[in-house]
């Protein structure tokens, strides 16, 4: 079993920027990829972000890439996500996501993710 615990959202002006952190529970961390994924009112929850169990291969949709960044700590058992330039439409719930152990490919999917954070807020105004 694994807990994550999202912090760091808040109210930010546009262009500005924010850094989400995700801290998990146990000793698997390590092995397991971790993605970033957020829900706007009305819309389904979307991928954002997700980095490899090694932290050696990031991934990133369009809508973000060149204004995010997604990093891991595996020493402190954390993922991160820096926002920079942020924009209206970045506005959601953004949740942390845990995958299997060693597990790898379509990093795109909430399906192959087996644990989840209970989301933190990103409120950008304009």
């Known amino acids: 079993q694994v807990q994550l615990v999202e912090s760091g959202g808040g109210l930010v002006q546009a262009g500005g920027s924010l850094r989400l952190s995700c801290a998990a529970s146990?000793?698997?961390?390590?092995?397991?990829?971790m993605g970033w994924f957020r829900q706007a009112p009305g819309k389904e929850r979307e991928f954002v972000a997700a980095?490899?169990?090694?932290?050696?291969?990031?991934y990133y949709a369009d809508s973000v890439k060149g204004r995010f960044t997604i990093s891991r700590d595996n020493a402190k058992n954390t993922v991160y996500l820096q926002m920079n330039s942020l924009k209206p439409e970045d506005t959601a719930v953004y949740y942390c996501?845990?995958?299997?152990?060693?597990?790898?490919?379509?990093?795109?999917?909430?399906?192959?993710?087996?644990?989840w954070g209970q989301g933190t807020q990103v409120t950008v105004s304009s």
């Open positions: 996501a845990a995958r299997a152990p060693y597990s790898t490919g379509n990093y795109y999917s909430e399906e192959k993710y087996d644990y």
């Open positions: 146990g000793r698997t961390f390590s092995s397991r990829t």
């Open positions: 980095i490899s169990w090694r932290g050696g291969s990031t």
